[in-house]
């Protein structure tokens, strides 16, 4: 699986777009992007995914380059349980057996008010 | 909304004890991991269960680790002598075929 890289820290205000950027320059085609998110020592919740195409879902919007070697995750409006830490990864999807995931240090993004 | 469920959410054992972690994972899904997080560091894959049998284990997954679906609801996770390097936060999840993996809220681990 690709590594990626990400801001260890990241300030946002509060009603404020959250913008969230990852590289992964070293990924192959078949590989896609997960965004997962923690809170607090909960478990790491799902954000969203995509191969190629941006995508949107009612958390976030994934906006990927062209040439796939970075990510932006973007938090419309964030709010301060938005508050966590956010984790950009690059696997491939097998559908199958497997499908473990390599978390690395992620981005701590904090929502001020 | 179907989640995925652990108990018991904090354990504390002696040096050398053994533990069950126990997890409920949502009903429909196949595919069952376990991932660790000492405080303070990377949450770390441990293992992902499949039909019955280890799909994939990784180092940290040595001889005193094991896991078992005894029931076809449960998905346990056994320590059989724990040290105290094994305190940490241990989370399951569970996914279906091409999706998501959605993860418990943990069990903390404390070995004394």
Same mark, same amino acid.
């Given at each position: 699986?690709?590594?990626?890289?990400?801001?260890?820290?990241?300030?946002?205000?509060?009603?404020?777009?959250?913008?969230?950027?990852?590289?992964?320059?070293?990924?192959?085609?078949?590989?896609?992007?997960?965004?997962?998110?923690?809170?607090?020592?909960?478990?790491?919740?799902?954000?969203?995914?995509?191969?190629?195409?941006?995508?949107?879902?009612?958390?976030?919007?994934?906006?990927?380059?062209?040439?796939?070697?970075?990510?932006?995750?973007?938090?419309?409006?964030?709010?301060?349980?938005?508050?966590?830490?956010?984790?950009?990864?690059?696997?491939?999807?097998?559908?199958?057996?497997?499908?473990?995931?390599?978390?690395?240090?992620?981005?701590?993004?904090?929502?001020?008010? | 909304?179907?989640?995925?469920?652990?108990?018991?959410?904090?354990?504390?054992?002696?040096?050398?004890?053994?533990?069950?972690?126990?997890?409920?994972?949502?009903?429909?899904?196949?595919?069952?991991?376990?991932?660790?997080?000492?405080?303070?560091?990377?949450?770390?894959?441990?293992?992902?269960?499949?039909?019955?049998?280890?799909?994939?284990?990784?180092?940290?997954?040595?001889?005193?680790? $094991?896991?078992? +679906?005894?029931?076809?609801?449960? %998905?346990?996770?056994?320590? /059989?002598? =724990?040290? !105290?390097?094994?305190?940490?936060?241990?989370?399951?999840? $569970?996914?279906? +075929?091409?999706?998501?993996?959605? %993860?418990?809220?943990?069990? /903390?681990? =404390?070995? !004394?």
């Amino acid at each position: 699986d690709a590594k990626t890289t990400q801001p260890t820290s990241m300030d946002c205000a509060e009603g404020r777009a959250a913008n969230l950027p990852c590289n992964h320059s070293t990924i192959s085609g078949n590989e896609y992007v997960y965004w997962y998110r923690q809170i607090h020592s909960q478990g790491p919740q799902y954000i969203i995914h995509g191969l190629k195409n941006n995508e949107t879902n009612e958390m976030a919007s994934l906006i990927i380059t062209e040439d796939r070697k970075s990510s932006t995750l973007i938090l419309p409006h964030a709010t301060l349980r938005d508050t966590a830490v956010y984790y950009c990864i690059v696997r491939v999807d097998l559908g199958g057996r497997g499908g473990k995931l390599i978390f690395g240090q992620g981005t701590e993004l904090s929502v001020k008010p | 909304e179907p989640e995925v469920t652990q108990t018991p959410s904090h354990q504390v054992t002696q040096m050398g004890q053994e533990v069950i972690l126990r997890c409920v994972p949502i009903s429909n899904h196949l595919y069952f991991y376990w991932y660790r997080q000492i405080l303070g560091q990377k949450v770390e894959f441990l293992v992902s269960f499949y039909n019955n049998e280890i799909s994939e284990k990784s180092e940290i997954f040595d001889d005193q680790f $094991s896991v078992e +679906r005894p029931d076809g609801s449960n %998905f346990t996770l056994k320590i /059989r002598s =724990t040290k !105290l390097e094994d305190s940490a936060m241990y989370f399951c999840a $569970s996914r279906r +075929r091409n999706n998501e993996q959605f %993860f418990g809220p943990g069990t /903390r681990l =404390t070995v !004394l």
